[in-house]
């Protein structure tokens, strides 16, 4: 069963960056997808970004592009969120998920393995 954790949230001011990491153990395949998603307080949770572990291709949400970026580190199992130009609508909790099979979507129902989450506050 994968685990995943994540970590680099806190709080930052409007403007600022951050870079969420999130480490995966317990996959084998390196063309697994794994994508980090958000839930602002009191709404939904939503796609963010995903990236195919194996050809390295990466997916955004369209509200997303731009500000966000995904990368990884496969000899650590370790994605990333960059975050750049925070502002206080990005405050949120902060998941990442994962999948096998070389489909990639940034759609919450597609992904059955959550992390914990981390925190982003970001103040004004």
């Known amino acids: 069963q994968v685990q995943l954790v994540e970590s680099g949230g806190g709080s930052v001011e409007a403007g600022g960056s951050l870079r969420l990491s999130c480490l995966a153990s317990?996959?084998?395949?390196?063309?697994?997808?794994m994508a980090w998603f958000r839930q602002p307080p009191g709404k939904e949770r939503e796609g963010v970004a995903a990236?195919?572990?194996?050809?390295?291709?990466?997916y955004y949400a369209e509200s997303m592009k731009g500000r966000f970026t995904i990368s990884q580190d496969n000899a650590k199992r370790t994605v990333f969120l960059q975050m750049n130009s925070l502002s206080p609508a990005d405050t949120a909790m902060y998941y990442c998920?994962?999948?096998?099979?070389?489909?990639?979507?940034?759609?919450?129902?597609?992904?059955?393995?959550w992390g914990q989450g981390t925190q982003v506050t970001v103040s004004s």
């Open positions: 317990g996959y084998t395949s390196t063309s697994d997808c």
């Open positions: 990236i195919n572990r194996g050809s390295g291709n990466t």
């Open positions: 998920a994962a999948r096998k099979g070389s489909y990639c979507p940034v759609e919450v129902s597609e992904y059955k393995d």
